[in-house]
């Protein structure tokens, strides 16, 4: 089992940058595939990205690979998201997810077991 705590959501300005963090409890961190999801006011949960276990491969949603990145550092047991020229779209309860089994490096959310309680990002315009 592993616990998630993202932080790093504020508000900020459009054309802004951020990085947000996952930190994940627990000694098997980089046995877990994990991944960056979204939830906007009144609006379904979105796959932003996603990582591999040893970090070498990442997943993007098509209409965020210009300015998101995933990164992970298995010696922190941690996930980051760098977002860069955010748009008030952007604005959403991110959430970093894990997902114990397998090498794929799924979009949807219901293969990931673990998930964190969210961290807000508002981008002003």
């Known amino acids: 089992q592993v616990q998630l705590v993202e932080s790093g959501g504020r508000l900020v300005q459009a054309g802004g940058s951020l990085r947000l963090s996952c930190a994940a409890s627990?000694?098997?961190?980089?046995?877990?595939?994990m991944a960056w999801f979204r939830q906007a006011p009144g609006k379904e949960r979105e796959f932003v990205a996603a990582i591999s276990r040893d970090g070498l491969a990442t997943n993007y949603a098509d209409s965020l690979k210009d300015r998101f990145t995933i990164s992970r550092d298995n010696a922190k047991n941690t996930v980051y998201l760098q977002i860069n020229s955010l748009k008030p779209e952007d604005t959403a309860v991110y959430y970093c997810?894990?997902?114990?089994?397998?090498?794929?490096?799924?979009?949807?959310?219901?293969?990931?077991?673990?998930w964190g309680q969210g961290t807000q990002v508002t981008v002003s315009s």
């Open positions: 627990g000694r098997t961190f980089s046995s877990y595939t």
């Open positions: 997810a894990a997902k114990p089994f397998g090498s794929v490096m799924s979009t949807a959310g219901g293969p990931y077991r673990y």
